[in-house]
Each structure stands twice: as C-alpha cells, then as structure tokens.
C-alpha cells in the first residue's frame, strides 16, 4: 500500500539478448495526498518507467540485482 512518506525506485528497463536489465532512473515519493513526486536521474529512451518499493540499502560487494544500483537510498 502507498502511504505518505514512502520512498519508491524508478527503473528502466531494457531488453537484450541476455534478459532484461534494470537501470536505478531516480526515485519517486508518495504525498499526503497519495499522489507522487518522481525525481529523475536519467531519462529513459523508450519513455517507459517502473515504480516499486524501494529496497534497503544492498552490499554492493555482494552483486547488486539491479544496474545501478550502487550506493542506492
């Protein structure tokens, strides 16, 4: 459930030969309102964005699941 406060990733994701690759785009905010603040790092070529919960922070050492993810809020 979305509540006020919550942090969320964006990604974007591409398709190649190995699978998808999920690239950390910015970070999106819920408001009191239950609407979104998206703040963006990058901006994606096929205009497509993913929104889900943002993750705890990951040991980089370990391999991140994401591109992009290194040193992620």
Partial sequence: MLMAGKRLAVFSIREGKGGSIWVRAGSAFVNKDGSLNV???????????????????????????????????
Avoid at 39 to 45: A, G, R, S, T
């Fill in 39 to 73: 703040l963006l790092d990058v901006l994606p070529l096929d205009g497509k964005l993913h929104v889900r919960e943002a993750a705890e922070k990951r040991d980089t050492a370990a391999g991140g699941r994401f591109a992009g993810e290194a040193g992620a809020e």
